[in-house]
Every structure is written in structure tokens, then in C-alpha cells.
């Protein structure tokens, strides 16, 4: 016969197991609730920041509104101690089904309506309540089992939710996410959330429940668990019906790489989009027009040697290589995914013109930033093509120090293009590019030519900074020494399509027009955000 113990409340413990074996099942549930429970709120910042951007913004939003909901979980728990087995049983449930199916809500509000952020709010509003609520009743639970004081309990209650907050934390970055992705990832999480809940109370506390509550408790708990399985069997399907309400029915390629997911679309060279991380781009209808204003202005002056920063589809380098005295080019990009394609895919390479073929092209795969610590130097043209600046991964590669690197990079004489984004939609960001390419002792001469409408990506907020006309495209062109460089092009320059010195001659205008007094943006204190 077990011994029974006291509960504070005065009632008998009515448990299958020994209280000590009883306190540590208790705990191996917190254990497992809070790595699931770590596991949506990764899971919503990392959807977050693929859907809307921002990758800080995002992870604020979510945090902070979610830390508030937990204190209202746990306020709103004081009301069901008197109840903790069913109370615990049915929270740990709805976590399970609202946790496990925020990803698969998100990306559909996304996919069809355009729109997820308020998705986003009221899924960590609901998740932080429901994790707010658990610890009040697992300290109502674990009292019911080994009688012992209220410190100890705390801290092994909070020891044990702390160390499954690390299991989870770590799962989901190295397991879950590139194993399982975002969506199954998700989804398998709720359903073991839902398991391990619902056995602790099923079992160790099913004296504690009427034959309703234990009915209420099985029928929800598998109900729960067949929907999100059902949601897991269909994912592939729901995966590939969103992906057409997002890119359109020509999806030919759709590759989660370490990086991003990398989409392409279209019958032919002549049709092409790429999609990187839900972003459009490069569009082959217009395409040429960013490409030209950004490598040959900075062409006109010895270009033997030539690096590229990002580029990885090879467009900015098919430029480059049509001067015939260009000795080498090197090439750093992130994502092997990305340059693998750029390789074999038969749209994209015949767009980039076979630039990879070219034997005086050399490849790299890594980061930038870290690349050019190494110290490597003596280009003629750096050609920096990285994704837009925000507060994202790419800052530091928009940043007053990666600049300076830059700067050691350069031959004498050498000179940097950086593309900064639209200089009327987006003045602040694209002038704070310029404060920090000068902030690395750059002269600089900016610059800016008209693009026009070739449509959107998932809704107007999708719509990137290379289609967004009549607002058109930015760079700053910049050398060492006290005079900025001259805007035109190289008497060796190839026929181009839509660059001209006549353009050019307005390029500068057009981006004065827009001029704000920015501050440069350094690691420590990064200056770009989201505009409207």
C-alpha cells in the first residue's frame, strides 16, 4: 500500500506510483511541455522573419507579447487549482493543437490572404497564456504527490522547465528545422506535446478524475492528436497548394537549402522568376536593367580583377565577363544552393549566359563578412549584390566595418558598387548605405535609374526593391582618396540594353532628389529598419 500524503488543501493524494516515482514523472512532463513549449516560439520568430522580414522586429513582437501572456496564464490558473489534473490535461491540449498548428495557420494567411503579422500576435498571445498556465498547476500537482517545501519545489519544477527549454531550443535549429522543416517540425512537436500531457494526467492522477473528466480529457487529447496528425499526412499536399498561391501554378523548383528556401518559376529563360525566402529577386522580364546599372559604371577604369559579393545566379557576373580583359573573377555566395542551380538549372544558366562555365570565374561559398577578413585583396571592382539591408542577417554586410574591409580589398585605384535599395521608396535606408560606405574613408558618388512595374510576390508589402517602380533602383559607386569616382561607362563596355551615358547623366539627379543627413550603421549600432 502506498503511503498516502497530504495535499495543501488538506485532500489525500490518490496516486498509481510511488511518490517519489510520481514527483519525477511530474517533472520528465515539464521537462517535455517546456521543450515543446520553446519550440512554437522559435518556430514563430523563424516563420516570422521568413514571412514578414525584419528578423528583430519579429522576434520582439513575439517575446515580449508572449512573456506578457504568460503572466496572464498564470494569473488566470489561480482559478482552476482546484481542479489542476483536468485543468493541466486540457491546457496541455489546446497548446498542443494551437502550438502545432501555428505554422501551418501562418503560412496560410500568408499564402492566401497576404497578411500574417495579426496571425502572429494572436498566436503568441494564445501560446504565452496557455505556457503561463502550467507551472501554477504542475506546483498544485507536484505538492499532490511528494509532500515537500515550497523552495524545493520551485526550483525543481523551474530546473526541469529550464533544461527542457535548452533540449528544445537546441532541437529545433539542428533537428527539427533541416530534418523535418518548418511545418512538420511543428506539428510532430504538438502531437508529442499533446501525448505527454495527456498520459501524465491520465495516469499518474486518474484517481483525481470523474469518469466525465477522464472521458472530456481522452476524447479531447485524441482528437488533437489525429488532427495534427492528419495535418502532418497532408502537409505535402497543403505545402504545394500554397506554394502555387504564393508563386503562381509554373513552380519548377522549390529547395529548402541551410540558408533559404529558393523558388523558381517559369517555362523558359525568357519567363523566370527566383524566389529567395518568399522574395522576388530576379525577373527575367527586366533583370538586365538592374544588372547593367550595377557592374558597368563601376567598370570604367581597370578592371583586371574583380570580386562579387552575393550574385549567386550569376547575372552581375555574366556583366562582368563581357569585358574580354577582365583576367578573373571571384564569386562569394552564402548558399551552395543557390550557385548549384545558377549551374544547372537550364532557365537560369542560359540567363546568366553559362557565366560559371567561364573558366576565369571562381566560385566561393561562404560568408562575406568573414571572407574578406581573411585578408584577401588587390581588386580593381568590388561589386557588393547582397540582399536589401534591414534589421536582418545581412546588416553587418551593410555596415561601416564590412565597408572598411572592402576598403582593404581595393587596389589602389580600385573601386566599390554597393546596391542600396530605392532611393525615393526607401531614402533613409539607401542614405544610411552611403553614411557608412563613407564612414570607411570611401569617397562616394551615388546614383540611381528608374525601373518599372513587373508585378508582386504574395501581395503589395512583398513586392522587392528590384521591381518596385517607377521607384526604380540605388547604388552607391565609391573609390579611396578625397574625389569620388566619375559616373559613365568604360570605352571597352559591351553593347547594352537599356544603359546609357545619357541615362547616366540624370543618374546622379535622380537619387539627389531623395537625399537625406543618415548616419552610417556599424555592428554595434545598426541604423536600418523596415519603411513603409
Not at 523535418?180 to 501525448?195: D, E, I, P, S, Y
Not at 523558359?268 to 538586365?288: F, I
Not at 543557390?338 to 544547372?344: K, Q, S
Request: with cysteine; net charge positive.
Amino acid at each position: 500500500m502506498i503511503d498516502q500524503q497530504v495535499s495543501p488543501r488538506g485532500s489525500a493524494a490518490r496516486i498509481p506510483v510511488r511518490p517519489r516515482t510520481g514527483r519525477l514523472l511530474v517533472l520528465a512532463a515539464v521537462f517535455i511541455c517546456a521543450a515543446c513549449g520553446l519550440v512554437y516560439e522559435l518556430e514563430l520568430v523563424a516563420l516570422a522573419s521568413y514571412l514578414i522580414g525584419d528578423s528583430v522586429t519579429q522576434a520582439s513582437v513575439v517575446l515580449s507579447v508572449m512573456v506578457f501572456a504568460m503572466g496572464i496564464g498564470s494569473l488566470l490558473a489561480k482559478r482552476l487549482r482546484g481542479h489542476a489534473a483536468v485543468g493541466f490535461g486540457l491546457i496541455e491540449a489546446g497548446l498542443a493543437l494551437i502550438g502545432g498548428s501555428s505554422a501551418l495557420v501562418l503560412y496560410a494567411s500568408f499564402a492566401w490572404i497576404g497578411e500574417s503579422r495579426f496571425a502572429l500576435v494572436g498566436f503568441s498571445l494564445a501560446i504565452g497564456v496557455l505556457i503561463g498556465a502550467e507551472i501554477p498547476l504542475l506546483m498544485t500537482l507536484i505538492q499532490r504527490v511528494d509532500r515537500q517545501d515550497a523552495g524545493g519545489t520551485v526550483a525543481d519544477l523551474f530546473a526541469a522547465d529550464y533544461v527542457g527549454a535548452l533540449v528544445g531550443g537546441l532541437a529545433f535549429p539542428f533537428l527539427l528545422l533541416p530534418v523535418l522543416g518548418q511545418l512538420t517540425g511543428a506539428l510532430l512537436t504538438g502531437m508529442v506535446n499533446a501525448a505527454a500531457g495527456g498520459a501524465l494526467v491520465l495516469w499518474v492522477f486518474r484517481r483525481d478524475l470523474t469518469p466525465r473528466s477522464r472521458w472530456l480529457l481522452i476524447v479531447v487529447n485524441v482528437s488533437v492528436i489525429a488532427l495534427l496528425a492528419t495535418a502532418t499526412f497532408l502537409d505535402d499536399d497543403f505545402e504545394r497548394a500554397a506554394r502555387r498561391a504564393v508563386y503562381g501554378d509554373e513552380v519548377r523548383v522549390a529547395v529548402q537549402t541551410d540558408v533559404q528556401e529558393v523558388v523558381l518559376t517559369g517555362t523558359g529563360r525568357s519567363s523566370l522568376d527566383l524566389y529567395l525566402d518568399g522574395r522576388l529577386r530576379v525577373s527575367a522580364q527586366d533583370e538586365y536593367r538592374y544588372h547593367e546599372a550595377l557592374v558597368h559604371p563601376a567598370m570604367d577604369g581597370r578592371h583586371a580583377r574583380v570580386l562579387i559579393l552575393g550574385g549567386g545566379d550569376g547575372l552581375a557576373a555574366r556583366e562582368v565577363l563581357r569585358y574580354p580583359d577582365v583576367r578573373s573573377v571571384t564569386l562569394v555566395e552564402i548558399d551552395p544552393g543557390v550557385t548549384r542551380l545558377a549551374r544547372t538549372d537550364p532557365a537560369l544558366s542560359a540567363l546568366n549566359a553559362h557565366a560559371y562555365r567561364d573558366p576565369r570565374l571562381t566560385a566561393v561559398t561562404a560568408d562575406a563578412f568573414n571572407w574578406l577578413r581573411a585578408g584577401r585583396g588587390g581588386y580593381d571592382v568590388v561589386i557588393s549584390d547582397l540582399p536589401d539591408p534591414g534589421i536582418t542577417a545581412s546588416t553587418k554586410l551593410y555596415s561601416a566595418e564590412f565597408y572598411g574591409l572592402v576598403a582593404e580589398a581595393l587596389a589602389p585605384g580600385g573601386r566599390l558598387v554597393v546596391h542600396g535599395g530605392p532611393p525615393n521608396a526607401r531614402p533613409r535606408t539607401f542614405w544610411t548605405v552611403e553614411a557608412s560606405v563613407r564612414a570607411a574613408g570611401l569617397s562616394t558618388r551615388p546614383y540611381g535609374v528608374s525601373g518599372r512595374r513587373t508585378g508582386f510576390a504574395a501581395g503589395p508589402d512583398r513586392m522587392t526593391d528590384r521591381v518596385k517602380a517607377p521607384h526604380g533602383w540605388g547604388f552607391v559607386l565609391a573609390r579611396r582618396g578625397p574625389r569620388a569616382p566619375a559616373l559613365g561607362l568604360s570605352p571597352r563596355a559591351p553593347k547594352l540594353r537599356s544603359l546609357t551615358e545619357g541615362v547616366l547623366a540624370g543618374a546622379a539627379r535622380y537619387a539627389e532628389r531623395a537625399r537625406l543627413p543618415e548616419q552610417a550603421s556599424t555592428l554595434v549600432h545598426p541604423r536600418y529598419w523596415e519603411e513603409p
